[in-house]
């Protein structure tokens, strides 16, 4: 079975600073790694994924994660944040694709203007 | 926008009530997926359906079941609700073609938020 650990629930950051959100996960099997962005009252949408590859993944929005297998981590970076940012992050795991997605807790982003 | 919808957007009912839920897949997509997004509970996979079949069972209650119909729309029954049953219900879906090939991501629909009294 896949886990995912997100240790932040909630990272507040100024606007235009650069941000960080940390995702582990635990899997005894090659795994699929995403993440997903909640905006308020809406449903969830797709930042980027890694299949296999290049480590270093670029979404949208100006977001990239980088796949570390040793530390089993896909954290989460932006250079520079906007209000527009605000909203809640997920990390999510699938053993492959056409399979269920097992999410971390989210963290819930807040950036101060 | 997905291309993923679900109705009701709202639904607001008494325990011991039960509901449909409703939702149509991206166009051309086989696969569909359930999941329940709770405060207590986070985003927990509840089940997927795959060409109208059951593919995967997560952890959904036998209050709950849920079909996909031949147009490859799903519906999600939730029979004598609980107060802790209040939640969005996520429908996703994802493409894997008839013909082989499988793709990885899955869109999600805007969600149904269900609210017992």
């Known amino acids: 079975a896949q886990s995912v650990t997100q240790l932040d629930s909630q990272v507040p950051v100024f606007e235009e600073a650069p941000v960080e959100l940390r995702c582990n996960y635990s899997s005894s099997v090659s795994v699929y790694l995403f993440w997903y962005v909640q905006y308020p009252n809406q449903g969830l949408q797709l930042l980027l994924k890694y299949l296999s590859g290049s480590t270093l993944v670029k979404g949208i929005n100006g977001f990239e994660a980088e796949f570390n297998k040793s530390q089993t981590s896909f954290h989460l970076r932006k250079p520079s944040v906007h209000i527009s940012d605000t909203a809640e992050y997920f990390c999510a795991v699938s053993r492959s694709g056409n399979e269920k997605l097992t999410f971390g807790t989210g963290t819930r982003l807040t950036i101060i203007p | 926008d997905s291309g993923v919808t679900q109705t009701p957007k709202h639904l607001i009912t008494a325990t011991g009530q039960r509901v449909t839920l409703r939702c149509s897949p991206r166009?051309?997509?086989?696969?569909v997926y359930w999941y329940q997004q709770s405060l207590d509970q986070g985003l927990q996979f509840l089940i997927q359906?795959?060409?109208?079949?059951?593919?995967a069972k997560g952890n959904i209650l036998e209050r709950f079941s849920a079909q996909q119909f031949p147009d490859l729309h799903s519906e999600l029954n939730l029979s004598s609700l609980e107060l802790g049953d209040s939640a969005l219900y996520f429908c996703?879906?994802?493409?894997?073609?008839?013909?082989?090939?499988?793709?990885?991501?899955?869109?999600f629909g805007p969600g149904t938020r269900l609210t017992v009294l």
């Open positions: 166009s051309g997509d086989l696969s």
């Open positions: 996703a879906s994802s493409v894997a073609s008839r013909r082989g090939g499988i793709t990885d991501t899955q869109y």
């Open positions: 359906y795959y060409n109208g079949e059951e593919r």
